[in-house]
């Protein structure tokens, strides 16, 4: 069972990485195998072909992330509202692939500097998660004030985060153990 955690601003001033390095933390201590994927390590071109596209011959990059996808049992996204919409590098990073999604969950973990929580960006990555093959799971984990509920380090004093994300956490792993368990029995259809 592994999770991979996508983060996708690439800002030089971003907040997010706050909330991805809480969720690493949190999975660490919980004994969940995970893998951080950031956008901005991981520098792909916008889009031109997708994954499948390249026959076999991608560039390196977009091979390193369709394995770590393709291996990947369940997605946490954490994003930030950009106009009420997801960011633009996390869009074109999820746009690339396809089929390695497919038959996972995904869990909505999104922010913003104001009280909303970015809830308005997860409104929005229900229809492209849903279309991407790897829906949603009802609970969210959403994060106001992003840059004063965590420390640069991804740690939290805010009493009512903890609680938040042991119940999104429990619900995602639920998903993620049952589809496992599907797609081992039975394969994708
Ligand atoms: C292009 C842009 C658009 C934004 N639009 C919104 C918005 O619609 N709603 C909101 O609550 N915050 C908005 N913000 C503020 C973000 O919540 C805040 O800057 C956050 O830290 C962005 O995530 P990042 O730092 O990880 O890039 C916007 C920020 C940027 C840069």
Excluded: C
Aim: charge should be negative; proline fraction near 6%.
């Amino acid at each position: 069972m592994k999770i991979a955690v996508i983060y996708g601003s690439v800002r030089h001033h971003r907040q997010g990485v706050r909330v991805a390095k809480y969720i690493v933390k949190q999975l660490n201590e919980r004994g969940i195998d995970n893998i951080f994927v950031d956008a901005k390590e991981h520098k792909l071109p916008f889009l031109d072909n997708m994954y499948k596209e390249y026959n076999g011959d991608a560039p390196e990059e977009i091979e390193n992330l369709h394995q770590i996808f393709d291996s990947a049992d369940g997605f946490i996204i954490v994003s930030g509202e950009y106009n009420h919409g997801l960011p633009p590098a996390l869009k074109n990073m999820l746009d690339h692939y396809q089929s390695e999604y497919h038959f996972k969950p995904s869990g909505l973990a999104t922010y913003s500097a104001g009280m909303f929580g970015g809830v308005r960006a997860a409104v929005h990555l229900r229809a492209v998660t849903a279309e991407l093959g790897m829906p949603s799971i009802p609970t969210t984990f959403p994060v106001p004030s992003v840059g004063k509920n965590f420390d640069e380090n991804g740690n939290t004093d805010n009493e009512h985060i903890p609680g938040g994300f042991d119940r999104f956490i429990k619900e995602f792993m639920w998903y993620a153990e049952a589809l496992k368990a599907k797609r081992d029995k039975d394969g994708k259809p």
